[in-house]
């Protein structure tokens, strides 16, 4: 019975793998979608997405078969929790990702101001990070790069609100650029939510392999 779970779960890390790849393709794929408009490039993520969509389901129905198969106990137990809930923050992440390419419609011709493109792109590749590295302390069980990850946190907040506060502004200069500048700040947020999905799987990370539930400062 053992051996069989073993092979299981082996299997069940693959597709969690393979899903949390997609997911930060089509992340990245969406922000440069909103860099570089003109590129026509919410079609593949609308697809993307899609992929992304079904194949939740399926980890979700794989992860339920296990439990009610083999029930599992201790750390395999934690680890198929963390699975079930990992799925319900890759797929808000690919939600994200085509509200952040879909917010491109409402640009226009507007170019992006040079100081506001430089603080979305360190946004960007922070929140990228954090979810790399969430993904990553997943996969290999490591609870030092979780907890960077929960690190990390802290800074991608601060990008956040020092990018709405540079639009607040621009709006009061320019409020004939409403549009665009609420498209700006719609991807500045999805990226923020982002991290704080990452944040959410490097917490179930901690408690899959220590049983520690470290969430709003608990542990």
């Given at each position: ?15 969690v ?6 997911v930060?393709d ?6 440069r ?30 992860c339920?078969k296990?439990l009610?198969?083999y ?20 797929e ?23 100081a ?7 946004l ?8 790399r ?9 490591d ?13 991608v ?45 490097a ?11 470290v ?5």
């Open positions: 019975m053992k051996i069989h779970l073993q092979r299981e779960l082996d299997a069940l890390r693959k597709q793998f393979h899903l949390c790849s997609l930060e089509n992340l990245a794929l969406a922000i979608t909103v860099q570089n408009p003109g590129d026509g490039q919410l079609a593949a993520v609308q697809r993307r997405d899609r992929e992304i969509d079904e194949l939740e389901v399926r980890l979700e129905e794989e339920l296990i009610a198969l029930h599992p106990v201790a750390a395999d137990l934690r680890y198929l929790v963390s699975v079930l809930k990992l799925n319900t923050d890759i808000r992440i690919g939600d994200l990702a085509v509200n952040i390419a879909g917010a491109t419609r409402r640009l226009g011709d507007a170019d992006m101001p040079p506001v493109g430089d603080k979305l792109n360190l960007a590749a922070r929140s990228s990070a954090m979810l590295l969430s993904l990553e302390a997943l996969m290999d069980l609870t030092a790069r979780a907890r960077a990850v929960l690190a990390a946190d802290d800074e907040d601060r990008l956040y609100h020092e990018m709405a506060t540079m639009l607040q502004d621009q709006l009061a200069r320019s409020p004939r650029e409403a549009n665009a500048i609420f498209c700006w700040l719609l991807a500045a947020k999805s990226l923020e939510r982002v991290g704080d999905h990452a944040t959410n799987i917490e179930d990370t901690i408690y899959t392999v220590e049983g520690e539930i969430r709003h400062g608990l542990g």
